[in-house]
């Protein structure tokens, strides 16, 4: 069965700090790739997606994540972080090649960046 | 205008009582799901519909039964209410999958906190 893992439970950062979250899956055929953030009492939105093409994507507000296939990972990175960006996110795989459209979650990570 | 919205945002009641969540998308998409976030924030797959049809229907008690009027609509039905039923649920849409077979982006909604007391 597919499975996700968020390796970073709880980061703390200072502000203009380089974030990196670690994302991994496992699953041996094509997968399409999503970081979702929640923000406090907010639901989920899409911060970027990888389908194809460039393994390295990038987002909105800043992020991108590479995808690095021999490493099953899709990790997700922003140069220098805001305190906006304090959130729980969220790493998700989703195969083709099936009949379903279903995403698998990892177990978030949550961000709390200081001023 | 809010692309895929729910009522209600914060449902409270008592165990054994029978509650229903409205799921609503106005993005034009032909499949809808219902996602459940439990305490530790961990998301997981609940059910899909595509097109009023069920396709996704992962281990779920049965008191918990799904209903599509149309494809822009998708209620979750829970009977009996449990306390291990307290969790955020969300509801998702996207178009169904492509003609090569890849899939598509998922749009969710705010989330109903449930808590049964």
């Known amino acids: 069965a597919q499975s996700v893992s968020q390796h970073n439970h709880h980061v703390i950062l200072s502000e203009a700090a380089s974030l990196e979250l670690g994302c991994n899956y496992s699953?041996?055929?094509?997968?399409?790739l999503f970081w979702y953030v929640q923000y406090p009492g907010q639901h989920l939105q899409l911060l970027l997606k990888?389908?194809?093409?460039?393994?390295l994507v990038k987002g909105i507000k800043g992020f991108e994540a590479e995808f690095i296939k021999s490493k099953f990972s899709f990790n997700l990175r922003k140069p220098s972080v805001q305190w906006s960006d304090t959130a729980e996110y969220f790493c998700a795989v989703s195969t083709y090649g099936g009949a379903t459209n279903k995403l698998i979650f990892g177990t978030g990570t949550l961000l709390a960046v200081q001023p | 205008d809010t692309a895929v919205s729910q009522t209600p945002k914060y449902l409270v009641t008592q165990m054994g009582n029978d509650k229903s969540i409205k799921c609503e998308q106005n993005l034009g998409h032909d499949t809808m799901y219902w996602y459940k976030q439990d305490s530790k924030k961990f998301l997981k797959i609940m059910f899909s519909?595509?097109?009023?049809?069920?396709?996704i229907n992962e281990t779920v008690p049965n008191r918990f039964s799904p209903k599509s009027p149309d494809k822009a609509h998708l209620n979750l039905h829970i009977n009996s209410l449990e306390l291990g039923d307290s969790a955020v649920y969300f509801c998702a849409s996207s178009h169904h999958l492509r003609t090569s077979g890849t899939t598509d982006t998922q749009y969710f909604g705010p989330g109903t906190r449930l808590t049964v007391l």
């Open positions: 519909y595509n097109n009023k049809e069920l396709i």
């Open positions: 699953y041996g055929g094509t997968v399409n």
């Open positions: 990888y389908f194809s093409g460039d393994p």
